[in-house]
Nanobody, 126 residues
Framework: VQLQASGGGLVQAGGSLRLSCAASGRTFSRYAMGWFRQAPGKEREFVAVIGWSSSSWSSTYYADSVKGRFTISRDNAKNTVYLQMNSLKPEDTAVYYC?????????????????WGQGTQVTVSS
């Protein structure tokens, strides 16, 4: 599985961005897809995860720091997962990574994921 993240950029505090992560492979719907971020000098941290899906609905789980501001979604027809980020804050500045978990579970630790994308930079100015 190859993952390609895109959509990062520079935005003012209070603004919005939508990240995308395109995946290769025919079993995308069976994977849980997660977003993580890593700021300079900090460890990679969990942001959000969406579970596997055989229909139009998937379960989701968010880090407390982004709950109510970020929304994760997936389009299995396009093999793509999205992260809509609203009300951005300077502390959201980081490189954002998407990841795939073969088991389809709502897991939050980086080592539980099997595949990673290359990351996309998000910078929020105050």
């Amino acid at each position: 599985v190859q993952l390609q993240a895109s959509g990062g950029g520079l935005v003012q505090a209070g603004g919005s961005l939508r990240l995308s992560c395109a995946a290769s492979g025919r079993t995308f719907s069976r994977y849980a897809m997660g977003w993580f971020r890593q700021a300079p000098g900090k460890e990679r941290e969990f942001v959000a995860v969406i579970g596997w899906s055989s229909s139009s609905w998937s379960s989701t789980y968010y880090a407390d720091s982004v709950k109510g501001r970020f929304t994760i979604s997936r389009d299995n027809a396009k093999n793509t997962v999205y992260l809509q980020m609203n009300s951005l804050k300077p502390e959201d500045t980081a490189v954002y990574y998407c990841a795939a978990q073969v088991g389809g579970d709502l897991v939050t630790m980086p080592h539980e994921y099997d595949y990673w994308g290359q990351g996309t930079q998000v910078t929020v100015s105050s």
